[in-house]
């Protein structure tokens, strides 16, 4: 079974700093392109940082000189370090899985973990 599980998030106050992090487990032979969302009280689930499997990336406008999306594909981790938090960062942030192969060559599109939330305070 492929799990996401992301861990690292919590209350900060404005220009603080998290990392967070994602671990795919499961019988995972490859993983494909990885992000991270989130999602704020009242708004629609949005794009964060994507990182592609050579390790391009892109950001939103708003974020972008702040967040840095890396990972790690030995140990099947992708992280997200956020600095200079603004209380506007505040949602519930989700680590997310184009696709992916298990060891059984079976292709699984579009996983989605449970959601970390963090918040900023003023």
């Known amino acids: 079974q492929v799990q996401l599980v992301e861990s690292g998030g919590g209350l900060v106050r404005a220009g603080g700093s998290l990392r967070l992090s994602c671990a795919v487990s499961g019988n995972i032979l490859s993983v494909n392109d990885m992000g991270w969302y989130r999602q704020a009280p009242g708004l629609q689930r949005e794009l964060v940082a994507g990182i592609t499997t050579d390790s391009s990336t892109n950001y939103a406008d708003p974020v972008k000189g702040r967040f840095t999306i890396s990972r790690d594909d030995a140990k099947k981790m992708v992280y997200l370090q956020m600095n200079d938090l603004k209380p506007e960062d505040t949602a519930v942030y989700y680590c997310?899985?184009?696709?992916?192969?298990?060891?059984?060559?079976?292709?699984?599109?579009?996983?989605w973990g449970q959601g970390t939330q963090v918040t900023v305070s003023s």
């Open positions: 997310n899985v184009n696709s992916l192969i298990t060891r059984r060559w079976r292709v699984v599109n579009d996983v």
